[in-house]
């Protein structure tokens, strides 16, 4: 039997140990056993954050939480600055103008990462603005953006700023505090190596001044609910309970090896996979590669959509394909959550099959050499 | 070891086939493979509804469905009328009031059902109302409404039928399209047997024309968004995979069996513990109980939450107890989804062994022999 390795940035593989805790039967939400867990959790995610204010639990996938980081701290009227430059990005522009708030764009190419001068410059023609809107990792083209050096600039002025982690968290470096984030969004399918279904939101008590402020409309959303609920240590609507059980797994594991050894791992294997692909004569997307995603061009004459095929098919390996104007032209493999050395060594074995079918000219087994020099 | 029995009106016990189905190596749900799931899922939904319009499926617990019953067929302004006769029923109250729409509250003694004749005469008084909202079963007070008569009225007006069936979906009768139901909401932890993490809507086609007016702004409650994924049978954001691929096990057994028979079986459950509880001299709180659920008064001198206490740990049966002015007053048990026999009778043991500890005088036996006979 083929095994299968799923290579996606999200779904990504739940090891086996946190599906069978999730497989136990199900508990009550109302009780002490859950509160004991929720509490867990809540503190578990926040050490992986890097925070020390809030940090809430959604029953959503990371688009609901992506909302909620708008809804909660703006009002009609207001102007934010989002960063374009995937597939994500534009996601919290078209929130916003779904509220009525007016999105100053950022456009960057495709692959590339923002430069902080240009949203200083934003800035400082727009001392009004309410928040600038980022992504840690923009999954869509896998490139990781400098968050620090634009927190840097952001904490400087009047506005928040707001950060979609999801999948960027537990590979790509990240801390909350530190670096100036009032509100980082997570999802629970990367990096967090449980299934889709819970999202996240840490809220700085600079965010808490403009929820006070805000006047969007909301309810299954909105923070003043959660933060009330969480002096109960529980959720004001009921959680997806089996998943916040395979989430304190999943943290108990991460938090055990210490979140930034995790990362150290997911880099190695990032660079033994980018290694891997430059061995074989390919180039890499982004300009600013991730740790958590590698989006690698298919080599001139061949379909990057025939190659993810022939690895799903022939070899049990799952790649995502390019989206939009890059559909056919990459394929992206993640390094995150519960994707392995074994993942990447066999994801990289699947590549050199398919590229040898589909008639591309390499030295064979150079990538998985190069890879495994890396990783050791 | 002491067996676990969770008689609680949400989560209810997860059969251990759909555990076990849930607990596989997660699949990527941008492929053939999931799609077929999501169409078995949503066409196994439109069988339990009884409709043959369109039923999304949301990553939120039920509260968010209940937010997008709101949000996607209202504006700003707009009146609505909401029976309030329990906790869930207020809450479409809040969220329309979070919207800025006005409500007409039908405000009636906790533990009865509204009067049809009366919402007849608020949509007289008041011919510009937008819809009307109220529950199937009202869970903090085990109520049953009578939606068939309600919708007679309602379906003659301009105004839109929405009912919450998150409690009674496969317990208590439902029938969307004869009754008249422009939407009907619902989640998965309940009568549908899977955990909490999914919601459902359905739509009718008045609802449609109400949609394309509707001006309250909405971005992962949206309707339209999920109508147009619908054509790639898919969702517009992630979601919750594992509980979509438990969820098609479970709606299996229901259609297979077949809902009316999964109904019939619940409500003989039902009655046989009503009668049980008559038995040991208790009575029921409810003036129009539902199968779902069973609200029972504690007999006088004697705290509910002493016989829940004393049950949940001697015991291992978890009931639910009274909500607000409720509380210490009512015990509540469930008749849906994975509640069957067994968990029927030995919770009445446990009734019985709890009251017998705190004193209570009734013939021991007595409840489980009532219940064992309509059982048969």
Redesign the interface.
């Known amino acids: 039997m083929t095994k299968?390795y799923?290579m996606?940035p999200?779904?990504t593989?739940?090891p086996e140990e946190i599906?069978?805790e999730?497989?136990?039967?199900?508990?009550?939400?109302r009780?002490k056993e859950y509160q004991a867990i929720f509490k867990e959790v809540t503190d578990g995610l926040k050490k992986i954050f890097k925070t020390s204010g809030d940090v809430f639990t959604f029953?959503?996938?990371?688009?609901?939480a992506m909302?909620a980081s708008v809804v909660n701290v703006c009002s009609?009227g207001d102007k934010i600055v989002v960063v374009r430059g995937g597939k994500f990005g534009e996601r919290f522009g078209?929130?916003a103008k779904?509220?009525?708030i007016e999105v100053i764009a950022l456009d960057i190419p495709w692959g590339s990462a923002p430069c902080p001068a240009d949203i200083e410059g934003i800035l400082k023609k727009n001392p009004d603005v309410k928040g600038v809107y980022t992504t840690l990792c923009e999954t869509s083209t896998a490139t990781v953006y400098d968050i620090k050096a634009i927190g840097e600039i952001v904490r400087k002025t009047q506005a928040l700023y707001v950060v979609d982690v999801i999948s960027g968290l537990g590979a790509d470096n990240f801390e909350n505090d530190n670096w100036g984030v009032d509100i980082a969004v997570c999802?629970s399918?990367k990096g967090l190596m449980i299934?889709?279904?819970l999202a996240f939101c840490s809220v700085s008590e600079k965010a808490w001044k403009a929820v006070e402020a805000s006047k969007?409309?909301?309810?299954?959303?909105?923070f003043k609910k959660y933060k009330k609920s969480m002096l109960d240590t529980d959720t004001?609507?009921?959680?997806?309970?089996?998943?916040v059980i395979g989430l304190k797994k999943a943290l108990d594991v991460i938090n055990k090896k210490g979140v930034d050894n995790v990362i150290a791992e997911h880099a190695k294997q990032a660079e033994a996979f980018r290694q891997a692909m430059k061995a074989l004569g390919l180039t890499i997307f982004s300009k600013s590669p991730s740790n958590a995603v590698t989006a690698v061009n298919a080599p001139q004459g061949i379909d990057a959509d025939a190659i993810i095929k022939t690895c799903k098919t022939e070899f049990g390996v799952?790649f995502?394909g390019g989206q939009e104007t890059l559909k056919g032209k990459i394929f992206r493999a993640a390094h995150m959550g519960g994707i392995d050395r074994e993942h990447t060594i066999e994801s990289i074995k699947a590549v050199e099959a398919a590229l040898a079918k589909l008639g591309y000219k390499f030295s064979a087994g150079s990538g998985v050499a190069a890879a495994a020099k890396i990783m050791g």
């Open positions: 299968n799923l996606t999200g779904p593989p739940v599906r069978i999730m497989s136990k039967p199900i508990i009550h939400h009780t029953t959503s996938s990371g688009t609901g909302e009609p078209e929130i779904a509220y009525g999802g399918q299934p889709p279904g969007c409309p909301k309810f299954y959303f909105n004001p609507f009921t959680s997806a309970i089996t998943l799952t995502a």
